[in-house]
């Protein structure tokens, strides 16, 4: 069993407290690191992954879990950062506006981690390696590398060789689905405590390093899934059905006609890239077709041409990239495209 070390902690009772709190850090220099569920930090705690001078706990706030419409009447639907995914799993709203969330929710982890886990600490989920999700000890005799420095001056990357960048992987499920949801966040700070809305896309950089662009100081509050007509549906790989992470998981959104024309099409992976990875040049492949077996397959193998699974999670890249265009079909073929599932 590997203990905890030393750590300040706060528990803040309102989020104005958290803010005020992850303020006077930032301004001090000290770095602080939010807990939500505690279901991937702590372990990364454990195995000296990271050491922040403070952690601010979020368990005493209340107000930020559960979901909601929109009181503007637009349809979108409001989720708390801190509903736990055992919640977003199940709430009736979730499953009635975005069923596609609620599922990939219930496919994460197990039902007790479920249970703690919230959907915040879901978007801001470190990078995963297998060079660097190991004891320090395990590190160490590894040479460490760019995520985990050690002494060297120019540590190296396992993954890449002489890459001088951590190509660590996003690895949560839920990413990928609400940016083909098109999904916004509130980000919240002690100068704007009601939050500014940005693109979730806009949350995550390709650096496994730092991953996200929120500044010191900011926190998640809310994500709005717009009310739209797209279709969306989650395929996730993984060795069981059951406790691990993805080491790919492929989102699809359709927007079609009544015919069944496709007027646009996104599909995001993780489990790829440092962050969610959207396909580029689908609209030749799909856009003004209708997606029958012939034009899936396509999209398919363009999705294959675009996404390079990389070994940060063991060495079976090439199985990986052939899953892609398996899982593509799968996901269009949940969506009533292509003829089969
Ligand atoms: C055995 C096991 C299996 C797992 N399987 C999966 C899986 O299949 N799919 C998957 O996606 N994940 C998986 N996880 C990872 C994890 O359980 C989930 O991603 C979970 O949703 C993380 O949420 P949390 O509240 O526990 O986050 P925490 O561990 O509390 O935090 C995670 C990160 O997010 C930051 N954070 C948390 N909340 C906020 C916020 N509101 N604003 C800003 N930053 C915040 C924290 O500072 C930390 O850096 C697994 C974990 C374990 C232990
Ligand atoms: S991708 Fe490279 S630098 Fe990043 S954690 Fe893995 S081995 Fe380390």
Same mark, same amino acid.
């Given at each position: 069993m590997l203990p905890l070390p030393n750590l300040e902690v706060e528990v803040p009772r309102s989020l104005e407290e958290a803010l005020t709190i992850l303020a006077r850090a930032a301004a001090e220099g000290r770095r602080a690191r939010v807990l939500a569920g505690g279901t991937d930090l702590v372990p990364n705690l454990k195995r000296g992954q990271e050491a922040p001078a403070l952690l601010v706990s979020l368990a005493a706030l209340r107000g930020l879990d559960g979901a909601s419409e929109a +009181? /503007? &009447? !637009?349809g979108a639907l409001h989720v708390g950062a801190l509903t736990r995914l055992a919640d977003v799993a199940r709430h009736p709203l979730v499953r009635a506006r975005a069923a596609v969330l609620a599922r990939a929710a219930s496919l994460i982890a197990s039902p007790q981690i479920r249970e703690m886990a919230t959907l915040g600490g879901n978007l801001c989920l470190d990078t995963r390696c297998r060079h660097v999700n190991q004891t320090e000890f395990w590190r160490d005799a590894l040479g460490n590398c760019i995520k985990a420095p050690g002494a060297q001056a120019a540590p190296p990357c396992h993954v890449v060789q002489g890459g001088r960048r951590c190509v660590a992987s996003a690895s949560a499920d839920l990413p990928p689905v609400l940016v083909a949801l098109g999904a916004r966040v509130t980000i919240a700070s002690a !100068? !704007? +405590? &009601?939050g500014r809305t940005v693109e979730l896309a806009s949350l995550y950089r390709n650096d496994g390093v730092a991953p996200l662009t929120l500044a010191a100081g900011e926190l998640l509050t809310e994500v709005i899934v717009p009310a739209s007509a797209w279709r969306v549906a989650y395929q996730k790989l993984r060795a069981r059905q059951a406790i691990d992470f993805p080491v790919l998981g492929v989102a699809v959104a359709v927007d079609a006609d009544e015919a069944g024309i496709c007027r646009a099409l996104r599909v995001v992976a993780t489990g790829v890239t440092p962050a969610p990875r959207a396909v580029a040049k689908l609209d030749a492949v799909a856009v003004g077709k209708r997606l029958d077996r012939e034009v899936v397959a396509a999209i398919g193998a363009r999705c294959r041409d675009g996404l390079h699974p990389l !070994?940060?999670? &063991? /060495? /079976?890249t090439e199985w990986r990239r052939d899953m892609i265009p398996v899982l593509v079909r799968r996901a269009l073929g949940e969506l009533g495209f292509g003829g089969q599932a």
């Open positions: +009181p /503007d &009447g !637009s !100068s !704007s +405590p &009601g !070994s940060t999670f &063991g /060495d /079976d």
